[in-house]
Each structure stands twice: as structure tokens, then as C-alpha cells.
């Protein structure tokens, strides 16, 4: 398993290039925040994030923040990823996830030019979500165009290609996912053949059980049956935990609590990457949460992170993913989202 030194000298390439751009990045984040009449976006830190400001070391490792792009679709729909990619150099990101490679009314784009964008705005592409199956011979998914899916995720020169689609293509049975589970060897090994990782990003549902053994929790089924140096792990941290507010009792009503942080202390090297995204708790809600801005929850991110990143050997092994589904104003979610968590430090 490998990990990233403290010396990776293209990270430090880019921190360097980062502290060279910091002044404009702020001026230009607050102009852009100011049109988009958000007054609440550009308030000063209050609560959590700013009286964690200035003690003790930073908790998000430094070259480690990343954005999912599905939070920004529609301005990457309208504007394409040029301008979009402009301004989250800005906001202070590292790293970008696709969830595809087209931009909308913003004309078509080559996977080179795709790539030297970010590269140009001081982005590592990180990983990509692609389908796991379709009834579409010809479509684009792992089980149907596999040497396609890791021909254009090598070609963006990515380090993760992975599904957010969860392993219910034969059912919800044990032996469904054992099948399921033993396709996505398939994908890893063919990933690792190309230098890359193949991973799932859970969704709640995941963490329910078996129907035909109610006893059995599905996800430990994904973890048990795929091969941990083959299949790889996207924690969303949001649906983890809502997972847990739906599935902390079996279907016959007996206890089965967990802690989906517990999942990861036990087994790191298994979570790449990870979707930092925030919630309200709401009992009333089917999920336990409201999904809102990361920093405006009560999901505790200092918490998480400096557990992960206080293992040894692991402060720069994980990548940190900001996300929101549907946010209400996505370039404002983005600026919020990363100097919420680049505010954030470890307790003295």
C-alpha cells in the first residue's frame, strides 16, 4: 500500500505557486462572492471554524482539499471548466473529482485540453465518477466499456477512477454482493494494471442488511469479499452518517449501532478519498440530516479529519473531497466550503 511523502515535490510545487497567488485570491473571491448577492457567504467566520482559527496545527493536510464537480455541474453546464477551474485556484483547492468530461452549452473539450486546464490553474485531477453497469451495450460504465472507462481516466492521468453507484446490480442478498463484489476485483485489478485505483462511494443504503440474512450488515459484505490491495473505499462522510441514523437497528428491531469513522481507524489505507459534506440533523428527515454547506452542519469535521489524519503514516494519505448535491448557490458552497475547512485545527 503505498502512501505520499511529507517531501512529494509536485505538492510542494503547488503550495509553493499557492502562497504566490493568496492576495489575489481573496480580493478576487470577495468581488465574485459580492455579485452574487450573498451577504451570509461573505460574513466573517463566526461559531466553530472561527474560534478555531490560530490554535494548534491545521487540520486538513496542506495539498489535500478537492472538490467533487457535481457540486459545480451548472457552472460548468454554462461556463465551462476553464473559468470554473479559475475560480477554485482561488478559493484555495488542490485537487478536482469529475463526474464527467463534458461542459454543456460551453462546447465540447478534449481530454488533453481538459488536463492541462487544471494543471494550468494549479489542480490535480484526482479521480472520476463512472456507472458500475447499464443495460446499454455501448454504455459508459465499468461493466459494459471498461478499457474505454481507464483509457480517459489514464489519458487525464488520474490516480482513482471509481462509481458512486452501489453494488445492488444482482440484488440485496449476500451472494448478490459476493457477485457484485467480485466484479469489482475485476475493475480493481485492471485499474492497478494502468498505475490507478478503483473505488465506491457509499451511499446510506449501503449500510443496510442482507435481505436474506438480516443479521448481516451489506457494506461488511463489500469490505470481506473484495480484495483490500484491489478495491479501494470513497467515504461520504454525510451519507455514512446518515446510513447510521437509518440503519442502527436490524429490520427485527434489535440494536446494531456504528460509528462510520470506526470503519476507517480500523482499516486507512482503504479510504483514498472521502466526500466532506455537511448536514443538519433533522429526526424527521428519512436521512436524519439536512444537507447544507460543509461548515453549517453539525457533522463534526475537526473531529473526523484529525482522527485520520493523527494516524501514523496517514496525515497525507487521504484526500478530502467537498461536496453538495444540490447547493444553492454553488460557487458560495465552494468559497465556504474550503476556508471552513482550512479554518479548522487540532485541539492544544
Known sequence: MSRISDTDPA????????????????ASAAALLGAAGT????????GTAASAVGRGRPVLPPGRLGI??????????TLGFAP??????KYGYDEVEFAGYTQGSAGPITLARLKRLARDHGLTPIGSH????SDDPNAYTFAQNLTKVL?????????????????????????AWKRAAEEFNTYGAAARARGMKFYQHNHSDEFGFASDDP???????????????????EMDIFWAYAGRFRFSRRPDGTAAPFEPLDYVLKQPHRYPLFHVKDGVSDPSDQFGYRMVDVGDGDIDYRRFLSAV????GERLAHHWQAEHDNPVESFAFARKSSAHLHSLREKC
Open 11 to 26: 505538492l510542494a510545487h503547488r503550495l509553493t505557486r499557492r502562497g504566490m497567488l493568496g492576495v489575489a485570491a481573496g
Open 39 to 46: 451577504p451570509a457567504a461573505a460574513a466573517p467566520a463566526t
Open 68 to 77: 467533487q464537480l457535481y457540486s459545480l455541474r451548472d457552472k460548468v453546464s
Open 84 to 89: 470554473v477551474f479559475a475560480e477554485l485556484e
Open 130 to 133: 463512472v456507472g458500475y453497469y
Open 151 to 175: 483509457d480517459d481516466a489514464q489519458a487525464l492521468g488520474l490516480k482513482h477512477i471509481g462509481t458512486a453507484s452501489g453494488p445492488f446490480r444482482y440484488g440485496s442478498t449476500v451472494d
Open 215 to 233: 443479521k448481516v450488515r451489506l457494506y461488511d459484505v463489500l469490505l470481506a469479499e473484495t480484495d483490500p490491495d484491489l478495491v479501494f473505499l
Open 309 to 312: 489524519t493523527r494516524l501514523r
